[in-house]
């Protein structure tokens, strides 16, 4: 079945520094590819999102990357600042509109 | 814009009570609702497709009948945990989809944290 993989699981970098966080889908279909940021106890919020017809997005400190060959995309976030520690997750989507969740990674920002 | 609200946000409930947990879009219509559950510490969990006037579509291993579906308006979708125990114990987020449809994200509710006793 549809599967998306996400790496690592938890991630800790110093302030300033950069964070990747890497995931793979199987369904060749998936045309849509979210990113979300959920803090403990609260609800995923959209942080960026990507659509299969654009290799790359920024917003600011964040981007996404998609290699649909590889089907591969990939969260950098520049400038780390402590309020960014949270659990990201990635998702894949298609025509269904249904995601699924990559497993989840959890930053920590050191000041 | 696009605010999804879901109530009740905390419940705690003996075994063998119903819950129902409502899921609201605030300023949008949704043809289409998700409920997801989430264990501590992990990903969210797909449970079921909510569509607007028709019956929900279950994930593999979902009891359709353990949880209980209906998504009456196109701004209201609600899930009923019945007879609930221990196990059910979860942290409940539902999502709506905008009815414009496409290539959108799902924007969550808040969550419920259900604990059974």
């Known amino acids: 079945g549809e599967n998306v993989e996400q790496h690592p699981s938890t991630l800790s970098v110093q302030e300033g520094d950069s964070a990747v966080i890497k995931c793979t889908y199987s369904?060749?279909?998936?045309?849509?590819f979210p990113w979300y940021k959920q803090e403990l106890g609260k609800r995923p919020q959209l942080i960026i999102d990507i659509r299969s017809n654009v290799g790359e997005k920024k917003d600011q400190r964040i981007a996404v990357t998609l290699n649909k060959t590889a089907k591969h995309f990939s969260l950098h976030i520049t400038e780390t600042q402590p309020e960014d520690s949270a659990v990201y997750f990635c998702?894949?989507?298609?025509?269904?509109?249904?995601?699924?969740f990559g497993t989840g990674t959890r930053l920590k920002v050191l000041a | 814009g696009a605010v999804v609200s879901q109530h009740p946000s905390w419940v705690i409930c003996k075994s063998g009570t119903s819950v129902k947990i409502e899921c609201r879009s605030l300023?949008?219509?949704?043809?289409?609702m998700f409920w997801y559950r989430q264990f501590p510490k992990q990903s969210l969990m797909l449970m079921a497709t909510s569509n607007e006037g028709s019956k929900a579509t279950y994930e593999q291993g979902v009891e359709k009948d353990k949880f209980l579906i209906n998504h009456a308006s196109l701004t209201l979708s609600t899930l009923t945990v019945t007879s609930a125990h221990p196990e059910d114990s979860s942290f409940y987020i539902c999502s709506a989809l905008p009815l414009t449809g496409g290539d959108q994200p799902q924007h969550f509710g808040d969550g419920t944290r259900l604990s059974i006793l």
């Open positions: 998702a894949a989507s298609w025509g269904t509109y249904k995601y699924i």
């Open positions: 300023d949008f219509q949704a043809t289409t």
């Open positions: 369904d060749s279909a998936s045309n849509y």
